[in-house]
Structures are given as C-alpha cells and as structure tokens.
C-alpha cells in the first residue's frame, strides 16, 4: 500500500470510490478533503491543492489529503493535518482517515494511518492526535496499534468522540 497525492489519473476510480460510500448510505466520507461534498473532481483537485498553503484560521490549517492504494486501488483517503487550531484541539486532530465498504475489516486502517504518522514526521511533528467517535471500536483499535494514547473525550455534533495521542 502507498499514500498518493491525487491527480487528475485518478478521476475514475476516486468518483467510484466516492459513489461507493454513497451506495452505502454514507454522505460522509473521512479524510476525504471533501471530496463528498465536491461538485467536480478537478475542483476538489484544486481545493487540495489550496490545502497545502492555507493560512491557518478558526476553522482552517494546511493539510494534505491522500489516496490509500493497494494493487491499483483506491482503498481509502486519508488527511494529514499539518497543525492544530482550536478546534481540532478539542475534537478531531491531525489525522483523518476512512476506508471504502467493501475493503473494511481486513487491516488497511492500520497501515494507513502507519503511513500517515510517517507523513507526519517529515513535517517535523513530535505527536500527533488522532480520534473516532466513541463507538468506532475497529477506529479505537487501529488508533492503539500504531501507538495511540487515550486523551480527552469530546462531543461535537451530538456524537462523543476519544482523542488519542501517538507520540512520534
């Protein structure tokens, strides 16, 4: 598996990926960059694009947001926050990931976030925290694995979540 920055190639198969969740009665796609939300891929290309540079702000910082590919195939996305604002502090983090419906439950998680934390560090991160919601038990367990520390419980939107830290 490698993390790729997405590219105009990957068209087809990330709109697949996208109609997948959707096929699944998911509208929320984690650590896609919004790609859920995009109205076209080429603007979803350059809002990622934008990502990288955003001047952080209350609800915005520079993140870089990536395909998980396994034999040729999308298998996940996943974002890696290059730094903390307020309110990532309290709820989500430096990294957000999600894994297409038909490739759950078989261990891509876990290798993703494992390239994710190397991500990290080469932008000079010592920790990073990452979070599920509370009842994500298969989240929980990948988080651990590659390191994760409880830390503080929040609610944003009506859904408890667990922070954990992995140090570096």
């Not at 038909?102 to 261990?107: A, Q, T």
Request: glycine content about 12%; aromatic content about 8%; some cysteine.
């Amino acid at each position: 598996m490698e993390l790729v920055f997405p590219t105009i190639e990957h068209k087809e198969a990330a709109l697949e990926y996208r109609q997948e969740h959707f096929d699944a009665g998911e509208k929320l796609i984690h650590g896609d960059g919004g790609l859920d939300e995009a109205e076209t891929y080429e603007g979803w290309l350059e809002k990622i694009g934008q990502d990288l540079t955003v001047p952080p702000c209350a609800d915005r910082v520079p993140a870089t947001t990536y395909f998980a590919v396994h034999d040729g195939k999308i298998i996940g996305t996943i974002q890696v926050r290059h730094r903390l604002n307020d309110f990532l502090r309290k709820t989500y983090g430096h990294i957000g990931y999600g894994v297409r419906p038909s490739e759950r439950r078989k261990g891509y998680a876990a290798q993703m976030l494992a390239l994710a934390l190397e991500k990290a560090r080469e932008l000079g991160l010592d920790k990073v925290m990452v979070s599920c919601d509370k009842t994500n038990i298969g989240s929980a367990r990948t988080i651990v694995k590659n390191g994760g520390v409880p830390g503080e419980e929040y609610t944003h939107e009506g859904t408890a979540g667990q922070q954990y830290w992995i140090a570096l």
